[in-house]
């Protein structure tokens, strides 16, 4: 049963959105973009990965797990976690196109592309074991105590492999049933009460994965970040506000609600606490009246009163947001 489903990719919405607002010439623009790569495949693969475990109907008592975010000695993130009655199993899924090698010699991986290129990338192993201790130390926090098994999960079958290590399990998503089985087929060491407890428990330990703001984790300075209501039309930035919202010199498009973007912006990669003053320096506004209005509209909840009301957004709230400013895009796109 799927206890946890995958969740909403908060990162790869915040990248994207942080590229748009950042120069071209700026230094990280290109690590922007590489990240943005790798986080989309790694959601690709991630999503693969949950497919198996939707469409597989296993034939004994499990819970299973996606995108679970817990702490013990440390914070960490697993992308599926089984847990059944003979142990809990970690996958990792890793999403690098290419021929893979595993060289015993060395803690990376080495992938080689068809036209020559080779690249290096950290051996799915290390972030494996990490994970294996950080749970143990939950578990024991909990006087609990269980096995824990190890797999990373590449999503091509047709993919070349070279594994030469003795103590890593590959797997490709379809060979995931026949590993469960194997582990299945060992005496239980839980009964169906222990079962349920650590679901539950693992459960409620759970807490989202926030990773705003953007800015301050990548190193960026907010006064780097562009300013102005970008246009969804054309995509120029710096809208004019309106009587009846805001209006773009470059292509005449006139859009009531502009102010969703820049704001959902605003909170994801500046601050997610906002003040009349930021909202109308962000959106280069100058009615106060106006930028009170949008802040209302936001359906945020706020702190104080007067000059020193604060807007605060919560990672649900950002959801919605995005949500909203995602189909108000669609609507003039006439998606
Ligand atoms: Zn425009």
Not at 94 to 107: L, V
Not at 146 to 154: G, K
Not at 155 to 172: A, K, M, S
Request: net charge positive; glycine share 6%; aromatic share 8%.
């Amino acid at each position: 049963m799927i206890i946890k489903k995958k969740s909403n990719s908060f990162k790869l919405m915040g990248l994207e959105r942080l590229l748009q607002r950042l120069p071209n010439h700026h230094s990280r623009y290109s690590s922007i973009e590489n990240a943005i790569r790798a986080t989309r495949a790694g959601e690709n693969g991630e999503r693969i990965l949950a497919d198996v475990f939707q469409k597989y109907e296993f034939p004994f008592k499990h819970f299973i797990f996606h995108d679970l975010n817990l702490r013990s000695t440390g914070q960490f993130q697993i992308d599926t976690l089984f847990l059944c009655k003979q142990g809990l199993i970690i996958f990792e899924m890793k999403n690098i196109a290419g021929r893979i090698s595993f060289p015993t010699d060395q803690n990376q991986i080495v992938r080689t592309l068809d036209n020559g290129q080779i690249d290096s990338f950290e051996c799915p192993s290390i972030q494996l074991s990490r994970n294996q201790i950080l749970l143990e130390d939950w578990l024991h926090a909990r006087s609990m105590s269980i096995s824990i098994y190890t797999a990373v999960v590449f999503p091509r079958p047709q993919q070349r492999i070279e594994n030469n290590r003795t103590n890593l399990t590959i797997l490709f998503p379809l060979e995931i049933p026949v590993f469960l089985r194997n582990i299945v087929e060992q005496p239980p060491t839980l009964d169906d009460h222990q079962l349920r407890n650590i679901a539950t428990t693992l459960m409620e330990s759970h807490r989202d994965y926030n990773p705003f703001p953007l800015s301050s984790n990548y190193n960026i300075s907010p006064s780097e970040i562009k300013k102005g209501v970008r246009c969804v039309r054309c995509g120029q930035f710096g809208m004019q506000s309106i009587h009846k919202g805001w209006g773009c010199n470059r292509c005449g498009h006139t859009d009531s609600h502009g102010h969703l973007q820049g704001m959902l912006d605003y909170i994801i990669l500046v601050n997610n606490q906002v003040t009349n003053k930021e909202c109308r320096n962000f959106l280069q506004l100058e009615s106060h009246q106006k930028a009170n209005r949008i802040l209302k509209q936001l359906e945020i909840p706020s702190q104080g009163e007067k000059k020193g009301r604060v807007y605060v957004a919560s990672l649900k709230d950002i959801e919605l947001l995005s949500k909203r400013a995602t189909e108000h895009e669609r609507k003039v796109l006439n998606w």
